[in-house]
């Protein structure tokens, strides 16, 4: 009798025991699931709100399954497509190409970037090209003393503050050439403004890359964009030449569907191009080319073209207009550097282009920073704000209604001016500059936002 009292004290103690250790684990339980986000759903990681970046794409996959769930309505595809869509965003996989159409952002054809092509590297060109950039003196010799000399060694020092995404490239290589169109048109950009020398020349870092307009074209055309010419001061650049070289481009590019062709209010299809550093030649010079009784014209020909010319100074909007151009951009992306960057200036260069039949095209850009090349220049910085610059920049353009925007650049990466994907980089000498807390592609992104915010701002004002 004994010994079945101790055992069944024993049981009851053990089943006690037992429950209370059950309650206890089921308590934790609880505790550990009101600490979990509420939105937490597929994907979402833990202590989403201290990472804004994370924060930001847990909305875009939100929105994104929102979507799914209205269209599809299967529970079990949307399970499949979510997945899918949290695998791409996260790993920034590339879409494939016979998904173009269906993934990437409309190309808007008033958005027009500069593009540079004058990249090299040994594996494609033997050597380094431009990545290699010379520190330039100051005008001053008492100044440039106190700066360093020589020139950058890649690929782990470029004459850049940022650092590419994809590494000291060459223009050549097909694959950076596809991965550049790609971006440019997940950007909603629509028009490449191509860097241009003439056959055999180059500016003094590079060598000739005429041609590799074929090329650029071929791919262009490929995520259906157009490529304009942006034309850089070549030696000896006058009336006569430029004729010639306005003639060579069409003729050799103008049958290829990528070549770019403005739309007049008259209903005409013109090519277009940019001059720049247009103003180092006279208003005389430029109206025997550009005006109808000018002795070299090229008006009312074959090769007659919209003409725009870089405007400085304000002085300049009285020589484009004598010079016979069709209209003007600004180019740099600092605010304050010039009268035209001068983001303040623009609605009386735009009251000057509408009352003179001019197109005015303000060049907006995400900030500026030469330093990796010219050390001095440090007071022509201009901050990008984790993207608040460019967006301010944007918001100067529409207010004055231009036709087009043009966007200071996509790959200009010695003056800090690109919106290519940057990544962070230190070096034992060097530590880059990049675009944290956001993503390599934040300012790929913002050029989206804003192409679709001025494509329906240009529908009412056409209203």
């Given at each position: 009798?004994?010994?079945?009292?101790?055992?069944?004290?024993?049981?009851?103690?053990?089943?006690?025991?037992?429950?209370?250790?059950?309650?206890?684990?089921?308590?934790?339980?609880?505790?550990?699931?009101?600490?979990?986000?509420?939105?937490?759903?597929?994907?979402?990681?833990?202590?989403?709100g201290?990472?804004?970046?994370?924060?930001?794409?847990?909305?875009?996959?939100?929105?994104?399954?929102?979507?799914?769930?209205?269209?599809?309505?299967?529970?079990?595809?949307?399970?499949?497509?979510?997945?899918?869509?949290?695998?791409?965003?996260?790993?920034?996989?590339?879409p494939?190409?016979?998904?173009l159409?269906?993934?990437?952002?409309?190309?808007?054809?008033?958005?027009?970037?500069?593009y540079?092509?004058?990249?090299?590297?040994?594996?494609?060109?033997?050597?380094?090209?431009?990545?290699?950039?010379?520190?330039l003196?100051?005008?001053?010799p008492?100044?440039?003393?106190?700066?360093?000399?020589?020139?950058?060694?890649?690929?782990?020092?470029?004459?850049?503050?940022?650092?590419?995404?994809?590494?000291?490239?060459s223009?050549?290589?097909?694959?950076?050439?596809?991965?550049?169109?790609?971006?440019?048109?997940?950007?909603?950009?629509?028009?490449?403004?191509?860097?241009?020398?003439?056959?055999?020349?180059?500016?003094?870092?590079?060598?000739?890359?005429?041609?590799?307009?074929?090329?650029?074209?071929?791919?262009?055309?490929?995520?259906n964009?157009?490529?304009?010419?942006?034309?850089?001061?070549?030696?000896?650049?006058?009336?006569r030449?430029?004729?010639?070289?306005?003639?060579?481009?069409?003729?050799?590019?103008?049958?290829?569907?990528?070549?770019y062709?403005?739309?007049?209010?008259?209903?005409?299809?013109?090519?277009?191009?940019y001059?720049?550093?247009?103003?180092?030649?006279?208003?005389?010079?430029?109206?025997?080319?550009?005006?109808?009784?000018?002795?070299?014209?090229?008006?009312?020909?074959?090769?007659?073209?919209?003409?725009?010319a870089?405007?400085?100074?304000?002085?300049?909007?009285?020589?484009?207009?004598?010079?016979?151009?069709?209209?003007?951009?600004?180019?740099?992306?600092?605010?304050?550097?010039?009268?035209?960057?001068s983001?303040?200036?623009?609605?009386?260069?735009?009251?000057?282009?509408?009352?003179?039949?001019?197109?005015?095209?303000?060049?907006?850009?995400?900030?500026y920073?030469d330093?990796?090349i010219?050390?001095?220049?440090?007071?022509?910085?201009r901050?990008?704000?984790?993207?608040?610059?460019?967006?301010?920049?944007?918001?100067?353009?529409?207010?004055?209604?231009?036709?087009i925007?043009?966007?200071?650049?996509?790959?200009?990466?010695?003056?800090?001016?690109?919106?290519?994907?940057?990544?962070?980089?230190?070096?034992?000498?060097?530590?880059?500059?990049?675009?944290k807390?956001?993503?390599?592609?934040?300012?790929?992104?913002?050029?989206?936002k804003?192409?679709?915010?001025?494509?329906?701002?240009?529908?009412?004002?056409?209203?």
């Amino acid at each position: 009798i004994l010994n079945y009292d101790i055992m069944a004290r024993f049981r009851r103690r053990t089943c006690i025991i037992l429950l209370l250790f059950i309650l206890f684990i089921c308590s934790i339980m609880m505790a550990l699931k009101t600490l979990r986000p509420d939105r937490a759903g597929f994907g979402d990681p833990f202590g989403l709100g201290l990472l804004p970046e994370l924060q930001q794409r847990t909305v875009l996959l939100d929105s994104k399954q929102n979507s799914l769930n209205r269209v599809q309505g299967d529970t079990v595809t949307h399970v499949s497509n979510l997945h899918g869509i949290a695998v791409n965003t996260m790993k920034a996989s590339m879409p494939p190409v016979n998904k173009l159409e269906e993934e990437l952002s409309s190309p808007n054809y008033n958005f027009h970037i500069f593009y540079y092509s004058w990249y090299g590297n040994p594996q494609f060109d033997g050597k380094y090209l431009h990545w290699n950039h010379p520190l330039l003196p100051h005008w001053d010799p008492k100044i440039a003393n106190n700066y360093p000399k020589g020139r950058h060694n890649p690929p782990e020092d470029i004459g850049a503050n940022f650092y590419p995404e994809l590494g000291s490239y060459s223009s050549k290589d097909p694959s950076v050439i596809e991965a550049h169109m790609k971006q440019m048109r997940s950007a909603s950009t629509g028009v490449i403004v191509l860097s241009w020398y003439p056959p055999g020349m180059a500016d003094e870092n590079g060598e000739p890359t005429d041609d590799l307009v074929p090329v650029i074209l071929d791919y262009a055309h490929k995520y259906n964009l157009k490529v304009t010419f942006h034309i850089e001061p070549y030696k000896d650049r006058d009336d006569r030449s430029m004729y010639h070289n306005v003639k060579y481009i069409i003729d050799k590019y103008g049958g290829h569907p990528a070549f770019y062709r403005h739309k007049t209010s008259t209903g005409r299809l013109l090519p277009m191009f940019y001059v720049y550093d247009s103003y180092v030649t006279i208003p005389e010079i430029w109206a025997n080319l550009l005006t109808v009784s000018g002795s070299q014209t090229i008006r009312n020909t074959p090769y007659d073209a919209l003409f725009i010319a870089l405007l400085v100074e304000e002085r300049h909007k009285h020589d484009i207009h004598r010079s016979g151009f069709d209209g003007m951009y600004t180019y740099f992306a600092t605010n304050g550097f010039s009268y035209g960057s001068s983001h303040h200036n623009w609605a009386s260069l735009k009251a000057f282009c509408d009352s003179n039949n001019l197109m005015f095209i303000p060049s907006v850009g995400p900030g500026y920073i030469d330093t990796s090349i010219r050390p001095w220049n440090n007071h022509n910085t201009r901050n990008r704000v984790n993207g608040k610059y460019y967006e301010t920049a944007f918001s100067a353009a529409l207010l004055v209604r231009p036709e087009i925007i043009s966007i200071t650049s996509f790959n200009e990466w010695h003056e800090g001016t690109q919106i290519e994907k940057a990544v962070p980089k230190r070096t034992g000498q060097v530590v880059y500059l990049d675009y944290k807390p956001h993503k390599p592609n934040v300012y790929l992104e913002l050029t989206q936002k804003w192409s679709e915010k001025y494509r329906k701002e240009q529908e009412q004002w056409l209203m």
